[in-house]
């Protein structure tokens, strides 16, 4: 079936650390989007990707990287000068917004972080 | 720039009854509205969406919403709650147009069936 795989499901990171979490599509879309949730403060965007080897920054970005190489991978580094890193991420897909599309997201079922 | 605005963080009903959680929104243009339903430690779920057209829109698991554009508002609602529609439900909203790839979402909004 077509869905959106990410990995791990929990990590546990030192503080100074670099992690990398996985982030896979196999149902075709163009779009991309990393977000971070938090208790009582719903979503928040990260950095979201149109097209391959294209990003944008979100409302959170800084202390986070991403690349999109591939259009089936798009992973989201969580470096050490991110302050406050354990949180629960959430990626998710959607198809292009060309020709009227609505581009409602479609999400994996998240990696919970904790630095420890 | 566009909000989305839930302004009850907890929500109780007892099973059987109606349930009806807020969303109120702020964008520049048409709107697209979006209602998202998430279980503990799991991702986010699509329940339906409001493009154009009819106000009412029907979705997942007998859910509806009802677009009202004076009210800027998105209501969620259900004829009669069960149990298991516990959980965490977020709103969103996206500017119509090829342009916008960001979705806004609301803080969440935890609803309680209460047997």
């Known amino acids: 079936d077509g869905g959106i795989t990410q990995s791990p499901k929990y990590l546990f990171r030192k503080e100074g650390q670099n992690v990398t979490l996985s982030c896979e599509q196999n149902?075709?879309?163009?779009?991309m989007y990393w977000y971070r949730q938090d208790p009582g403060q719903g979503l928040r965007l990260i950095y979201y990707?149109?097209?391959?080897?294209?990003?944008q920054k979100g409302d959170i970005a800084e202390g986070y990287s991403v690349s999109r190489e591939k259009k089936e991978s798009f992973p989201l580094t969580v470096t050490s000068a991110q302050k406050n890193p354990t949180a629960f991420y959430l990626c998710?897909?959607?198809?292009?917004?060309?020709?009227?599309?609505?581009?409602?997201?479609?999400f994996g079922e998240g990696s919970r972080l904790t630095v420890l | 720039a566009q909000s989305v605005a839930q302004p009850e963080d907890q929500v109780n009903v007892a099973e059987g009854n109606p349930l009806t959680v807020k969303c109120t929104y702020s964008?520049?243009?048409?709107?697209?509205l979006f209602w998202y339903v998430q279980y503990p430690n799991r991702g986010l779920q699509f329940l339906l969406k409001?493009?154009?057209?009819?106000?009412l829109v029907k979705g997942s698991y007998g859910f509806e919403a009802e677009f009202n554009k004076s009210q800027t508002s998105f209501h969620l609602k259900k004829p009669s709650a069960l149990v298991s529609d516990s959980a965490l439900y977020f709103c969103?909203?996206?500017?119509?147009?090829?342009?916008?790839?960001?979705?806004?979402f609301g803080k969440g909004t935890k609803l309680s069936v209460i047997p």
């Open positions: 998710a897909s959607s198809i292009g917004l060309a020709g009227g599309r609505t581009g409602e997201l479609f």
């Open positions: 149902l075709n879309h163009d779009a």
């Open positions: 990707s149109q097209i391959v080897n294209d990003f």
């Open positions: 964008v520049s243009g048409n709107p697209y």
């Open positions: 409001y493009i154009t057209g009819d106000n």
């Open positions: 969103a909203v996206r500017v119509s147009g090829a342009g916008s790839y960001q979705l806004t």
